[in-house]
């Protein structure tokens, strides 16, 4: 006897019921009615009535029921001896630990229901300059709607097979200041920001480790000029706010102004400071600003991630945010210092001098701004007039050799207000930038050699 299936039942059994008691034959569907199947989330499938990833389930590796072997792991969906990538063995699966919910910084680190894993944290919301998208079967995840391939301009929008996603629209090739990266684990291709993308800071596929932001395609706990490092919210990635002009973090890290404030200068008030400029709802230095060089929306990024003067900046800068107190020679400060001057084998034609203070700064041009630019590249020393000013690389510190760059005349000195940067000589004299030299309060000191 034929018996019709519902839409969603798998198997039935039909058996005929006879009660001769009655005189009468009842014909009657048993037991095994399947229930309506799961919704998964994008990426799984059922398996034995649960959702699964068959690309890292090592039950159900590659398709359900097909198990790894004891001792192997599940990599893409293929049985290996080892994870490819950049992923993690978590209990045989290769996972991504960047963006897994359910092991999300580490193996069984899992977040709470309705949070999302983002550069290794879990959080409620996701960073700057990304979008909360949600996939098929209900999960979320934070995506960068720029360069994301599978969500190019908004969430669910896939870029064709050879395409990738570049300023929200899908190309051929990437925009000016993109790097094209390929798929990780065989995935889409896609244009990364390099110069600020903590999953590909400096190179497709380099992450920052918790905690750390990327800067100028540096992994750094330190943040550009006149910039601040707050932590993520509710447990998220830490990012850079403008402590200046930020609405939500004006002065300090989560000081929120009230409607119908706006942040200026570090305050609330109810309109700008002058020299300052009001961007939306935010009153902006368009001297130093690098999402507003110059104009209200004007970003720099690519090879000129820093704004300097109202001009977004090219060449090799040193950028580091320094906290008052005393500067040991192995901090973090002191090592990008000498990661500039390694890095100063060319020639140049200009040198800076800003910081948070003074975001113009002093300028050096010509032949002179080569030869200071050069001799803190090899550790000499060297004084030269430019600019109208004095300017001198030498050593200061309290042991061995660490360059000094003043514009102040002299080396070694107490200027107030002066233009000096040592971060190396191990002491609480490590420069300023229009104010005190010798135990300054935290600011930015920038130098640029282009």
Sequence with gaps: MNQNRSMWAVATKCTFAALTALGLVVVGCLGDVSTPPKTCAKGESVCDNACVDTATSPKNCGACGSACAAGLVCSAGACALECAGKSTNCASACVDTNVDPKNCGGCEKACAAGQICSAGACSAQCPAAQTLCLADGGAVSCVTTQTDSANCGACGAKCDAGKVCSGGKCADNCGAGATFCPGQDGGAPFCAQTGGDNANCGACGKACA??????????????????????????????????????????????????????????CVSQCS???????????????????????????????????????????????????????????????????????TGSYSTVVLSGSNDPVGVTCTGNAANQICQALHNNTVVSVACG?????????????????????????????????????????????????????????ITVQCK
């Design 388 to 444: 109208g000013k004095t300017w001198n690389v030498g050593n200061c510190a309290v042991s061995g050799y660490e360059s000094e760059l003043s514009a102040d005349g002299s080396t070694c000195s107490c200027d107030n207000p002066g233009y000096i940067a040592r971060p190396c000589i191990g002491n609480d004299n490590w420069g300023g930038i229009k104010g005190a030299t010798c135990q300054p309060p935290q600011q930015t």
């Design 210 to 267: 918790a905690g750390l932001v990327c800067v100028a395609g540096s992994c750094t706990g330190n943040c550009g000029a006149g910039e601040l490092l707050c932590p993520g919210q509710d447990a998220g990635a830490p990012y850079c706010a403008i402590p200046a002009s930020d609405n939500e973090n004006c002065g300090a890290c989560g000081s929120v102004c009230k409607t119908g404030t706006v942040c200026s200068a570090g305050k």
């Design 274 to 344: 002058p020299g300052l400029t009001t961007c939306g709802q935010q009153c902006l230095d368009l001297q130093s600003d690098r999402d507003n060089c110059g104009s209200c929306g004007a970003k720099c990024g690519g090879n000129a991630p820093y704004c300097v003067g109202g001009s977004c900046g090219a060449g090799l800068i040193y950028q580091q945010t320094i906290p008052s107190g005393s500067l040991p020679t192995s901090s973090a400060q002191c090592q990008a210092w000498h990661t500039f001057q390694a890095s100063l």
